[in-house]
């Protein structure tokens, strides 16, 4: 099994930043991907940036292009993902996920381990 842990999340102002970290402890060995997903109020869950955990290849949702960077420190077990200029319709709880797929796979059915998600607010 592998735990995941968010934290990070808030209330920001549009134009504004902010980084959520994601721990992995556990099988840590056994995931080859993490990933960043996000849930809208009355959305479903979609997902916003991936990163492999060996080569540090990252993906991105086009609407996050330019303006989110996913990150890892593979010491710490640790998955970033820092949001810069964020706007209102970013506002959703985000969500950490774990794959151990070799690639970066934006279905969700690919990942196999979740967070518990951090609520991100961002006002206008």
């Known amino acids: 099994q592998v735990q995941l842990v968010e934290s990070g999340g808030g209330l920001v102002q549009a134009g504004g930043s902010l980084r959520l970290s994601c721990a992995a402890s556990?099988?840590?060995?056994?995931?080859?991907?993490m990933g960043w997903f996000r849930r809208a109020p009355g959305k479903e869950r979609d997902f916003v940036a991936g990163?492999?955990?060996?080569?540090?290849?990252?993906y991105y949702t086009n609407s996050v292009k330019g303006r989110f960077t996913i990150s890892k420190d593979n010491a710490k077990n640790t998955v970033y993902l820092q949001m810069n200029s964020l706007k209102p319709e970013d506002t959703a709880v985000y969500y950490c996920?774990?794959?151990?797929?070799?690639?970066?796979?934006?279905?969700?059915?690919?990942?196999?381990?979740w967070g518990q998600g951090t609520q991100v607010t961002v006002s206008s």
């Open positions: 556990g099988r840590t060995f056994s995931t080859s991907t």
């Open positions: 990163i492999l955990r060996s080569s540090g290849s990252t």
């Open positions: 996920a774990a794959s151990p797929a070799l690639d970066i796979f934006t279905e969700e059915r690919w990942y196999h381990y």
